[in-house]
């Protein structure tokens, strides 16, 4: 048998005491967080009766973003906090433009989170505007790591839902997604034109060459007020090489001196959009 010493004794005490401390609410130490959830949001368990094979769920100011088994918590927390700061980007604990989230409840806005293709398979609700996002390509560390490794497409994805649920209902005559809008009309100028269908070859003088047959002409004003507020937002800054064929505005400074229309709509603070790139960690 081991013979226990002063020495251990004393030890062990201070073993104790530490571990004790550790679990103390003071200003000094810091309360860990339950597993799966962060400061903000809560992971619950999808009871809503709809998307069944989305089995829990995090709420972002009403916001409903759902994702299934195979999503990991990291990975839905950090959508939850990419949306937490597009709509708060001030992070005041209050969202920016009230309207633009007022209309995406209106439209019951969601975004689905998947492991595999194949866990789209089925209708989405009726009624609800929706988009989805994938477990592998949702990258915490890109902007947090400093613009490097593969692309975090939460900073697309969840931008994608708030302007086509919201901006585009809160500003029709300006951010609605048909013609004659203001970001329509941008759009034509940075396309080099106005096309219908994806023309067999863009003029060269274009700056946006969106070249997927299967976006018709609404879809690709929302692709294209992502590609300006992400690059106005520095999101871009170091991936021309990898977008080029299909944006070329990839810095704030491009965007400004090129695409005028586009930057004085985007920098309008009438509009109250973000003016800070988000990062997935949500203060307030």
Known sequence: ????????????????MASASCSKDDDNTSVPVEPGNDPNFTIVANTDGILKGFNRKVQV???????VSGVSDA????????????????EDGMVDNQLV?????????FVVMWAKE????????????????????????????????????????????????????????????????????AMDIARGGRFTTIPGAYPEKAWYSYDDA???????????????????LGAQVT?????????????PEKVKETDKAVYELLTNATYKLPTVLPDGSYRH
């Not at 299967?214 to 106005?232: G, K, L, N, P």
């Open 101 to 109: 989230l007022d209309k995406m409840l209106e439209n019951k806005a």
């Open 239 to 251: 991936r021309l090489d990898e977008i080029g064929h299909e944006w070329k505005l990839n810095t």
């Open 214 to 232: 299967t976006c018709e002409y609404d879809c690709q004003v929302t692709e294209y007020f992502y590609w300006a507020m992400s690059s106005i």
């Open 75 to 90: 990975n839905l927390l950090h959508a939850a906090n990419i949306m937490a700061q597009y709509l708060d980007n001030d």
């Open 1 to 16: 048998m081991m013979k226990v010493t002063e020495k251990m004794l004393l030890v062990l005490i201070m073993v104790i």
């Open 118 to 185: 194949s866990d789209l398979n089925g209708s989405f609700p009726a009624g609800r505007l929706g988009q989805d996002l994938g477990n592998d390509e949702t990258i915490p560390s890109y902007v947090s790591g400093g613009l490097t490794g593969r692309f975090d497409a939460s900073i697309e994805e969840i931008w994608h839902i708030i302007t086509h649920a919201g901006y585009t209902y809160a500003y029709p005559e300006v951010f609605g997604e048909s013609a004659g809008t203001d970001i329509y009309n």
């Open 61 to 67: 100011f009403g916001i409903d973003i759902y994702a």
